[in-house]
């Protein structure tokens, strides 16, 4: 039970360590976590409120599955005006999928901070995406409205949310690029290396070279991610080029 | 093309009448009204944008579901703390279904609004809801999350929602109230009026008598839901005796 006596005592050193994480995987200063602390309880804890009210990441999971499907939805409605109700609906159903979530959970390493009296090895794969949702019923409850939407933009729509990838009419900007240096008979090198830098989750940064020129940059946590990243940048850049391919 | 004029010209006449009804509506001075008229047009209109857009319900009825549930999970959230994810999703499906916003819709009788090229009488029911929905998006575009949350108390919570009737435990005050009275072998009345005051919809109100006394009021948009918010008021009244029973 040492678990409960740290949330019940504000600023440990344990808590020191929890809010530090936090304020980065946020992006702005939590007011009370004792709130975030929840969102990473699972089920397993046993732990109840005075009144015998279960307090574990579920209800959080509700509440912040609710939000985010209401961040998502007023994103595509401003960012897609051509999108019938169909349209943004399914946009919609992609972002917010099950296997989305779970590797927007994975990627932040959240199941780190999960509390647990089972072993994590028996979680399974929903747990990341579960305790990413019950993250935003947190932010919610702590900071509004406002902060969810801010938290979604920056941990979801801005790393991940790629319109012409969703509708499926691009499926990877890297084959896209390299059929492209192909055609053009034009040397093309990715340069991948570990790049942890000052974050706790292992990261890596890919530089994209064009005969010996370095002409975009991406940096995720996984090799083919960041490849993918450097890719649709140089997509963008070579738009007008590669489109006319 | 009459209202293609009128929605382009701020202010008309109509523009007055639409924007003083449209206020009470809401409960608060809307910023934008040209937002709000989208709201109401149905796609038979076959409006477009300059660069052609369709500029019909549809889009913001899918905005407003979204804000809807979202406003919906946040009360059931914070209202019943002893509730687990599987009971606080059933509630919000209740709250939010078809046939409820239909009701709702049809309360404030919003269909007076719509602009469409078919006759009223060929849009079915669902158009209620459908509708009512459009005009919580549409508040958001104009006036943000915090003021969807309020109209939504306004108009969603506070009149309707019942948290034993949802969960079905008590799926009539009226019914639970005359059984009472009768076991009591106590004389009872309903005294129902129509009442439509200053409201442009009609309205009835209703005097519960025990013996000769008013014990509750009810006010609302048929005799059937007055009765049963007289009833509900006793019920709470006398909860004590009535429970007992």
Chains 1, 2 share one sequence.
């Not at 072993?119 to 794969?125: C, D, L, N, R, Y």
């Not at 801010?150 to 499926?171: A, Q």
Request: proline residues 2%; aromatic residues 12%.
């Amino acid at each position: 039970m040492n678990f409960i006596r740290n949330i019940m005592k504000p600023r440990s050193e344990e808590d020191e360590k929890f809010y530090g994480e936090l304020k980065i995987i946020l992006g702005f200063s939590p007011n009370n976590i004792l709130i975030y602390r929840k969102a990473f309880v699972h089920r397993s804890i046993k732990v109840t409120d005075e009144i015998g009210n279960p307090q574990n990441y579920e209800r959080l999971e509700f509440l912040g599955d609710a939000m985010l499907g209401a961040v998502i939805a007023s994103y595509l409605f401003k960012k897609v005006p051509s999108g019938n109700e169909g349209y943004l609906t399914q946009m919609r159903s992609k972002i917010v999928s099950r296997e989305h979530l779970n590797e927007l959970g994975r990627d932040l390493n959240l199941i780190r901070f999960v509390q647990s009296n089972i072993s994590k090895s028996k979680f399974g794969e929903n747990i990341n995406g579960n305790i990413f949702e019950a993250l935003i019923g947190a932010i919610y409850l702590d900071k509004g409205y406002k902060y969810c939407k801010r938290f979604t933009y920056k941990r979801v729509i801005k790393p991940y949310i790629d319109i012409p990838k969703l509708e499926g009419k691009i499926t990877s900007y890297k084959s896209l690029f390299i059929e492209w240096c192909q055609k053009q008979k034009t040397d093309f090198k990715y340069e991948v290396y570990d790049d942890t830098g000052m974050d706790t989750i292992r990261h890596f940064s890919v530089k994209l070279y064009l005969e010996d020129k370095v002409i975009a940059k991406g940096r995720a946590t996984s090799k083919k991610k960041a490849e993918e990243i450097a890719s649709k940048r140089a997509y963008y850049a070579f738009q007008k080029e590669i489109s006319n391919n």
